[in-house]
């Protein structure tokens, strides 16, 4: 065995992250931005994220990170005069007509050298029928073409421990709803593709106050020459702002 290579760390090769639908509520708002809350109440959220080649373990430089996901009352931009708590029966991209033009809790980052993108939000509330979660979008581009590469290598949901969503619920922003979110388990889409290779690791911002906010982080595994079915290149053409 050669010395040199017996002396490495081994090499960390990381599960590929499952697959979710990218759910009725994506647009392509093309804003490529690290602070996508727009004022919107809640609790602060620092997302971070770590995208990595699960065959290889490799940081994943310069891909595009899309998120989204709905506020504190259950509301997503674009969409923001529907009930969150009358649940629809609709997982199709573009099954519900757009009410609206706002954009908040939407956005774009590249990764930078490590894998790492990092968005300022808020922690997000619930809609009927689903637990809390972010949708994630992560595209393979080349030379930062952001306007240009449409083709999406993963698209997946990201959830919440639900010790944690408790406490966020019981702030002023999030109560007084007609519904109750799902459990994890409940969630139909968390309990058959994503568990816990999806959940974030969450922790207070500050020891003293729960209303400081939150950080969250997550290793996502993705194949890099993979192209997703969840969010197709026309969908970016019909569903952009």
Same mark, same amino acid.
């Given at each position: 065995?050669?010395r040199?290579?017996?002396?490495?760390p081994?090499q960390t090769v990381y599960?590929l992250?499952p697959?979710?639908? !990218?759910?009725?509520y994506f #647009?392509n708002p093309?804003l490529l931005? #690290?602070n996508i809350?727009?004022? %919107?109440e809640?609790l602060?959220?620092i997302l971070?994220?770590? *995208?990595?080649d699960?065959m290889?373990?490799?940081? &994943?430089? =310069? %891909?595009?990170?899309?998120i989204?996901?709905c506020?504190?009352r259950?509301?997503y931009?674009?969409?923001?005069r529907?009930n969150?708590?009358?649940?629809?029966d609709? $997982?199709?991209?573009?099954?519900?007509?757009? /009410?609206?033009?706002?954009?908040y809790? +939407? =956005?774009?980052?590249?990764? $930078?050298? +490590?894998g +790492?993108v990092r968005f300022? /939000?808020?922690?997000p =509330?619930?809609y009927?029928g689903?637990a809390?979660? *972010?949708h994630?979008?992560v595209?393979?581009?080349?030379?930062?073409?952001?306007?240009?590469?449409?083709?999406?290598?993963?698209?997946?949901?990201?959830?919440f421990?639900?010790v944690?969503?408790? %406490?966020?619920?019981?702030?002023? !922003?999030?109560?007084? #709803?007609?519904?109750r979110?799902?459990d994890?388990?409940e969630?139909?889409?968390y309990a058959?593709?994503a568990g816990?290779n999806s959940?974030? /690791?969450?922790?207070?911002?500050?020891?003293?106050c729960?209303? $400081?906010?939150?950080?969250?982080h997550?290793?996502i595994?993705?194949d890099?020459?993979?192209?997703s079915?969840?969010i197709?290149?026309e969908?970016?053409?019909?569903?952009? &702002?």
């Amino acid at each position: 065995m050669d010395r040199d290579a017996a002396t490495q760390p081994p090499q960390t090769v990381y599960q590929l992250a499952p697959e979710q639908i !990218a759910g009725p509520y994506f #647009r392509n708002p093309k804003l490529l931005r #690290r602070n996508i809350s727009e004022g %919107a109440e809640g609790l602060p959220l620092i997302l971070r994220l770590t *995208i990595v080649d699960a065959m290889t373990g490799e940081p &994943v430089n =310069g %891909a595009l990170v899309d998120i989204w996901h709905c506020n504190a009352r259950g509301a997503y931009s674009g969409w923001s005069r529907i009930n969150p708590d009358i649940e629809v029966d609709a $997982d199709a991209i573009g099954s519900i007509p757009r /009410t609206d033009d706002d954009t908040y809790l +939407r =956005g774009s980052q590249f990764c $930078d050298h +490590r894998g +790492r993108v990092r968005f300022t /939000t808020i922690y997000p =509330g619930f809609y009927a029928g689903r637990a809390l979660h *972010i949708h994630v979008a992560v595209r393979i581009v080349a030379g930062n073409e952001y306007l240009e590469e449409r083709n999406v290598a993963w698209v997946g949901q990201l959830y919440f421990p639900e010790v944690v969503s408790r %406490a966020v619920l019981n702030a002023k !922003a999030y109560r007084g #709803r007609c519904s109750r979110p799902l459990d994890n388990h409940e969630d139909t889409y968390y309990a058959e593709m994503a568990g816990k290779n999806s959940t974030l /690791t969450v922790w207070p911002i500050s020891r003293d106050c729960d209303e $400081d906010g939150y950080f969250g982080h997550l290793t996502i595994g993705i194949d890099t020459f993979a192209v997703s079915s969840q969010i197709k290149p026309e969908d970016f053409d019909k569903y952009t &702002v």
